[in-house]
């Protein structure tokens, strides 16, 4: 729950979308929602690398190993054990 | 480490102030003097697109005051006036800047603030200050052209810090503050008048660019009149002015694809979302067109969010080329959407006749 809670509140903070009646479930696709530019691609990926002290190499770097806050941490989980 | 790469433009000279940019120690005296001419060099760098900023070991208020005696305060950009580490002072500069360390000019009299600055950053170019009249001549400081966009560089750094500011000062959510600054993402074709801007475009951008290819302006123009070939420019404008030609992708027609060979954004515009909008267009124009869609990526140690941005626009590595380029299919199943704070126009145009002719 507490890998889930971090990843959630990056997303928040850190999304250019923002509406306060705009909530997400674990399982939408936040890039279809438009939460997603250059920036906030960049900066998920490093936010994950430095506060899990993973490494995500190129192969990892596909969409849907990012697009839900449920497949991040899956993704988290499977880098980590 | 590419000891044989060419060295860069100079983006920003940074000046230190006594007894570089003037004669005299400002601390113990107040009748210091302007180096002869310093004035006109630096006025004739600034039209050239190319920034000065100030790192000095001084009281800052002093200092501007002085600075501001000379008219010269509007010409730095972040300046650094204060008692740490030169090196620490060039950091914030380049940081703020969001220019590369190798394209930044230290000048100082003192040896030890040029070695201190030099041992933090292997990238930086230093001088001592007794070179000074050599900038206006150094060929890393004669761009090969001088575009609209560089010479009103300053100014668009300027209106940039008034953003900033009040940015900051903005209470509601970052989506309403981008809805307030009215934004408007212009694609076109290229025109003649494009092409020296392009072509700097090409040399300057190093962070959100998919193959760091550059091209002539001859090249380019070739590009531009060919039905083989689209070179699209992009430009950003928001309520406080704009922020020039900030955007060039090329891409190559087939019958049945077409190949993206260069995409790149100026670092400038990065914090303002729109990286990925020209994807979006390209994307949906290709899959109008029902054709498969291909792109070059060359990666190197500056690119890697423009990895990321393809690979989260749903590119996937077909094959990595024995030079390192690899290359990239978009299925275009899933297209990200325009953001909606950011109005998107595209102008078309029919390539011009008449040179075809000649």
Same mark, same amino acid.
Request: contains cysteine; charged residues 30%.
């Given at each position: 729950m507490?890998?889930?809670?971090?990843i959630?509140?990056?997303i928040?903070?850190?999304?250019t979308?923002?509406?306060?009646?705009?909530?997400f479930?674990?399982?939408?696709?936040?890039?279809?929602?438009?939460?997603?530019?250059?920036?906030?691609?960049?900066?998920?990926?490093?936010?994950?690398?430095?506060?899990?002290a993973?490494?995500?190499?190129?192969?990892?770097?596909?969409?849907?190993?990012f697009?839900?806050?449920?497949?991040?941490?899956?993704?988290?989980?499977?880098?980590?054990? | 480490?590419?000891?044989?790469?060419?060295?860069?433009e100079?983006?920003c000279?940074?000046?230190?102030?006594?007894n570089?940019?003037?004669?005299?120690?400002?601390l113990?005296?107040e009748?210091?003097?302007?180096?002869?001419a310093?004035?006109?060099?630096?006025?004739?760098?600034?039209?050239r697109g190319i920034?000065?900023?100030?790192?000095s070991?001084?009281?800052?208020?002093?200092?501007?005051?002085k600075?501001?005696?000379?008219?010269?305060?509007e010409?730095?950009?972040?300046?650094?006036?204060?008692?740490?580490?030169?090196?620490?002072?060039l950091?914030?500069?380049?940081?703020?800047?969001?220019?590369?360390?190798d394209?930044?000019?230290?000048?100082?009299?003192?040896?030890f %603030?040029?070695?201190?600055?030099s041992?933090v950053?292997?990238?930086?170019?230093?001088?001592?200050?007794?070179n000074?009249q050599?900038?206006?001549?150094h060929s890393?400081?004669?761009?090969?052209? *001088?575009?609209q966009?560089?010479?009103?560089r300053?100014?668009?750094?300027?209106?940039?810090?008034?953003?900033?500011?009040e940015?900051?000062s903005?209470?509601?959510?970052?989506?309403?503050?981008?809805a307030?600054?009215?934004?408007?993402?212009?694609?076109?074709?290229?025109?003649e008048?494009?092409?020296?801007r392009?072509?700097?475009?090409?040399?300057?951008?190093?962070?959100?660019?998919?193959?760091?290819?550059t091209?002539?302006y001859?090249?380019?123009?070739?590009?531009r009149q060919?039905?083989r070939?689209?070179?699209?420019?992009?430009?950003?404008t928001?309520?406080?002015?704009s922020?020039?030609?900030?955007?060039?992708?090329?891409?190559?027609i087939?019958d049945d694809?077409?190949?993206?060979?260069?995409?790149?954004?100026?670092?400038?515009?990065?914090?303002?979302g729109?990286?990925?909008?020209?994807m979006?267009?390209?994307?949906? %124009?290709?899959k109008t067109a029902n054709?498969?869609?291909?792109?070059?990526?060359?990666?190197?140690d500056?690119n890697?969010?423009m990895? *990321?941005?393809?690979?989260?626009?749903?590119?996937?590595?077909?094959?990595?080329?024995?030079?390192?380029s *690899?290359?990239?299919?978009?299925d275009?199943?899933?297209?990200?959407?325009?953001?909606k704070?950011?109005?998107?126009?595209i102008?078309s145009a029919?390539?011009?006749?008449r *040179?075809?002719?000649?």
């Open positions: 507490e890998l889930k809670g971090k959630r509140n990056f928040e903070e850190n999304m979308i923002y509406d306060d009646e705009a909530v479930a674990d399982d939408d696709n936040i890039f279809e929602l438009g939460f997603v530019d250059s920036m906030f691609a960049l900066k998920l990926v490093t936010f994950i690398e430095r506060e899990f993973i490494q995500v190499a190129n192969d990892d770097l596909v969409l849907d190993n697009s839900t806050v449920d497949n991040i941490t899956n993704f988290i989980n499977s880098k980590v054990a | 480490m590419g000891g044989n790469k060419k060295l860069k100079i983006k000279v940074v000046w230190d102030l006594d570089t940019l003037w004669d005299g120690v400002l113990e005296s009748k210091v003097t302007l180096k002869p310093v004035i006109e060099i630096i006025k004739t760098l600034d039209s920034l000065h900023s100030i790192a070991k001084n009281n800052h208020e002093d200092a501007m005051r600075i501001e005696e000379y008219g010269l305060a010409y730095f950009l972040y300046p650094e006036i204060n008692w740490n580490a030169k090196s620490s002072s950091a914030n500069i380049k940081e703020n800047l969001n220019i590369g360390m394209t930044i000019l230290f000048i100082d009299d003192q040896a %603030e040029r070695e201190e600055v041992s950053h292997e990238d930086i170019t230093v001088w001592d200050a007794v000074y050599e900038l206006l001549t890393r400081l004669n761009p090969k052209y *001088i575009t966009d560089s010479q009103r300053r100014s668009m750094y300027l209106e940039d810090l008034q953003r900033k500011v940015e900051k903005y209470e509601g959510p970052k989506e309403e503050f981008l307030t600054l009215e934004m408007k993402f212009i694609i076109s074709e290229a025109q008048e494009d092409l020296q392009a072509e700097e475009l090409t040399v300057r951008t190093n962070q959100l660019n998919a193959t760091g290819r091209f002539s001859d090249e380019l123009n070739t590009f060919s039905d070939y689209k070179l699209l420019v992009c430009e950003l928001d309520k406080y002015g922020y020039g030609k900030i955007g060039l992708a090329l891409y190559e087939f694809h077409w190949h993206l060979h260069l995409l790149l954004m100026s670092c400038r515009v990065m914090s303002r729109v990286g990925t909008v020209v979006t267009h390209l994307l949906q %124009e290709a054709v498969r869609f291909f792109a070059d990526f060359v990666p190197t500056r890697r969010m990895y *990321i941005t393809y690979k989260f626009a749903n590119f996937k590595e077909v094959d990595t080329r024995e030079d390192g *690899i290359l990239m299919e978009n275009l199943s899933v297209i990200q959407p325009f953001p704070y950011i109005d998107i126009k102008i029919e390539k011009d006749e *040179i075809k002719v000649s």
